[in-house]
């Protein structure tokens, strides 16, 4: 027997729920009481916060979730992204995390795939800033005399 899952929503809230966008009026609560895709507002990323590569990945199994006429195409660019990923990422935390991401969406898992993403952000978002400080420190031995 499938549990239900009860959701609450402010007042403006949106939920997006097998393609379509909801936006509450007042505060709610309902319960879901059969399999469906759905992402709350709070875990929702527009196209224009992909300015990481993990964050496009997020993306795309958002959309993968979200958006079922996009599923397909989102899954290839998804395919495309972790390759890429896995050619170039040294570090231990995110090639663990990326595998995680991995099994997860193979396994139907998105929501999983998105939580494990969310808590790579910082670790990315680490590396970025080193290598900003390091291209910025090498900058400025070249402009010393």
Known sequence: MKKS????LKSGDR???NGAVLR???KVSFEFLNDVRFLLEAHFM??????TPLRQIYYYIQTMLI?????DA????YREAMLSMAETVTSEVLLRGLQMVACSVETERHYDALRALRGLFAAEQSIIDGFSRAA??????QLQP
């Open 24 to 26: 509450v009026d007042r």
């Open 67 to 71: 958006e079922p006429a996009a599923a």
């Open 46 to 51: 527009r196209p224009e916060m992909t300015t």
């Open 5 to 8: 899952l009860r959701i609450s």
């Open 74 to 77: 989102a899954h290839a660019l």
């Open 136 to 141: 910025t420190d090498a900058a400025l031995v």
């Open 15 to 17: 939920i997006y729920v």
